[in-house]
């Protein structure tokens, strides 16, 4: 946490997304979208959400993805996934999958997360993130 900003109460629930991960990459493998045996399906960062009463918003831990809340249960939520292989460090997304926001609900969560301590803090842009998340829960949650 960077020494000049406001801590703040807002929990961010970080999911395990192990067995989803896992359950892409052997598609991915189907699909011929890696040529390479013994890789893996992995997200950009560290993911989580805040539970709202207007929903639940999803971000990463640079403090992007809080634009819309998903507000049912039904609503899906898209993730981009990389492939990583022992002979390559994906740069770009190989594709995408979804979840309802019931479902993203329902993984186990690994950790819980004071928002503060769960977007990183490195520079103006990420301390402009971290102060727009900051100001997005809060307001939902009064």
Known sequence: MSKDRE???V???VPDFDVVLGQVY????????TEEEGGEATLKGTIGYVETPVGI???DNDGCGII?????????????FYIATKKTIPMFPSGAF???AKNLQKLPVKEEVLLHDFIRSFGARLEANY????????????
């Open 98 to 100: 979804a979840l309802t």
């Open 131 to 142: 102060a727009e998340c900051k100001r997005e829960f809060e307001t939902c949650l009064i």
């Open 11 to 13: 929990v961010v629930k």
């Open 68 to 80: 819309d809340p998903a507000m049912s249960d039904d609503a899906t939520i898209d993730f981009d």
């Open 26 to 33: 052997e598609e991915a493998v189907k699909e011929n979208l």
């Open 7 to 9: 801590v703040s109460t």
């Open 57 to 59: 918003y999803v971000l």
